[in-house]
């Protein structure tokens, strides 16, 4: 019995789906076969896992770098957007810690004491660029750090939120206004959950409104607000980084990608998300720049101590006195250099516009000279 030819092409029809359907199955076995494998290889963990979804192998994780990176907070209800919050971090993979050392924003950065600005101020610095504030905390530290990251406040908040909240305990019952910036802060001490807007708040305080502030022994005004941002951080880390929340760092980047400013990578950052899972707090060190207060002029100043400064950037990053007093000598020649560079660039920009002033007043006096000759030409013709 022979078929109709449409029955034949619907026949053959069916042979290529199947084929297609065939070979995808195959491909998509291989595929899982080569994801388990791999799994199997960097292990059935939740560090395993992330290390297989994005391609990386146990060797890769082994040459990581310590990442060094400079957080700077800014808030945005005020006209001038100034560095309330400067924190110099280290995340060190390969011994699992983290150092953070929290920079005053009053410190004294300028070059002369007798002659002080609000502009001598590090949390100035930013109004011209990061890279301003990045180098002054090079200067500051002898800490080569190249990286960094500037956060609002609604970025925070958004963060907190998206995980959340955050479990804090608050060190004292804070209560304070401030209607210039629209800032109200009425928050009970005590151990507590915070949300995004709260714990912004928790983390701007400084003083009440009858000026009492935290207790000395735990440091006060700017002191203790920096020791109560080290603490959240901690805090914040912990619950970050526990495993349901490592199932949103998809939906946490995107917030903080979409609101910070950063000379990073997502794809520098991701290749430190599977060792950052075995990360334990316990091992996070946060100290402040070492200094005291005074006034230079009519301006208060935070004003560092060098000898105790070297000594704690030792100790938080492991660096020997003689590596940051040649990192500060090499970040000096550097400073040199730009100085020396833009210096040059500004004579060639002034002999530049010399040089066409010239030319400029050249071409005019020729052209008025052709417009004399051409005018006796027209005279001597209207003449004949």
């Not at 050392?101 to 609000?118: A, E, M, Y």
Request: hydrophobic content about 35%; charged content about 25%.
């Amino acid at each position: 019995m022979k078929f109709p030819e449409h029955t034949k092409a619907k026949t053959r029809q069916r042979k290529q789906i199947y084929v297609i359907i065939t070979a995808i199955t195959l491909l998509m076995i291989m595929i899982v076969g080569l994801f388990c494998g791999r799994l199997a290889k960097n292990g059935l963990t939740l560090r395993g896992m992330l290390m297989t979804s994005i391609g990386q192998q146990e060797e890769d994780i082994q040459n990581l770098e310590p990442l060094y990176c400079l957080v700077m907070g800014i808030s945005e209800d005020i006209s001038t957007e100034l560095t309330d919050t400067i924190m110099l971090c280290a995340y060190f993979p390969q011994e699992q810690k983290v150092s953070i050392l929290s920079i005053p924003r009053d410190t004294f950065v300028g070059d002369d004491k007798d002659n002080t600005t609000s502009y001598d101020k590090i949390n100035a610095l930013y109004q011209k660029s990061p890279e301003n504030t990045l180098k002054a905390v090079r200067k500051l530290t002898g800490v080569d750090v190249r990286n960094y990251v500037v956060i609002n406040n609604n970025a925070l908040e958004k963060v907190i939120d998206a995980v959340g909240g955050i479990y804090f305990d608050v060190p004292i019952d804070m209560w304070y206004d401030d209607p210039t910036q629209d800032l109200h802060i009425y928050i009970n001490k005590g151990y507590q959950l915070l949300n995004g807007e709260n714990a912004v708040k928790v983390l701007r305080f400084r003083h009440n409104n009858d000026m009492s502030t935290y207790p000395k022994e735990y440091g006060e005004q700017d002191l203790g607000r920096m020791r109560t941002q080290r603490e959240f951080i901690k805090a914040a880390a912990e619950q970050i980084l526990s495993s349901n929340n490592i199932l949103k760092l998809n939906e946490i980047l995107e917030i903080v990608f979409d609101n910070i400013q950063t000379n990073l990578s997502i794809s520098e950052l991701i290749k430190y998300i599977p060792s950052a899972t075995e990360f334990n707090v316990e091992n996070m060190k946060t100290e402040a720049l070492p200094g005291v207060a005074d006034y230079l002029g009519a301006l208060s100043f935070f004003i560092v101590d060098e000898n105790q400064s070297e000594q704690m950037v030792s100790s938080l990053f492991s660096l020997s006195i003689d590596e940051i007093n040649e990192n500060k000598e090499k970040f000096a020649e550097e400073s040199k250099s730009k100085k020396s560079n833009k210096s040059k660039k500004k004579k060639e920009n002034v002999i530049s516009n010399n040089t066409i002033d010239s030319i400029t007043t050249t071409t005019s006096n020729v052209v008025d000279s052709n417009a004399i000759v051409v005018n006796a030409n027209t005279i001597a013709k209207s003449k004949k």
